[in-house]
């Protein structure tokens, strides 16, 4: 059983930045996958960014060259360094984790990109 908890979300401006955590309740290296998606009002929840256990990092389009997911092992953390914000990034942001099978989900934070 894998335990995930997100946080950093928040208000900021168009063009701002923000940094979400997502800890995790075991070493992230013996999780396969571990990625962040979001799911914006009225809307499904999609992928965002995700990163395997050799480090391999894919990205939404729409998010390319914006953000960057990266990993702490020490702190068995996942980051999502969110840059040049717009108002359609606004959503709620979840931490998902694949590992042995089967799938984990954080409560999700939400990010408000809005002037």
């Known amino acids: 059983q894998v335990q995930l908890v997100e946080s950093g979300g928040g208000l900021v401006q168009p063009g701002g930045s923000l940094r979400l955590s997502c800890a995790a309740s075991?070493?992230?290296?013996?999780?396969?996958?571990m990625s962040w998606y979001c799911q914006a009002p009225g809307k499904q929840r999609e992928p965002v960014a995700s990163?395997?256990?050799?480090?391999?990092?894919v990205y939404a389009g729409s998010v390319k060259g914006r953000f960057t997911i990266s990993r702490d092992s020490a702190q068995n953390t996942l980051y999502l360094q969110m840059n040049t914000l717009k108002p359609e990034d606004t959503a709620v942001y979840y931490c998902?984790?694949?590992?042995?099978?089967?799938?984990?989900w954080g409560q999700g934070t939400q990010v408000t990109v809005s002037s």
């Open positions: 998902r984790a694949l590992s042995a099978g089967r799938l984990y």
């Open positions: 075991e070493s992230i290296f013996s999780i396969d996958f």
């Open positions: 990163i395997s256990s050799g480090g391999t990092t």
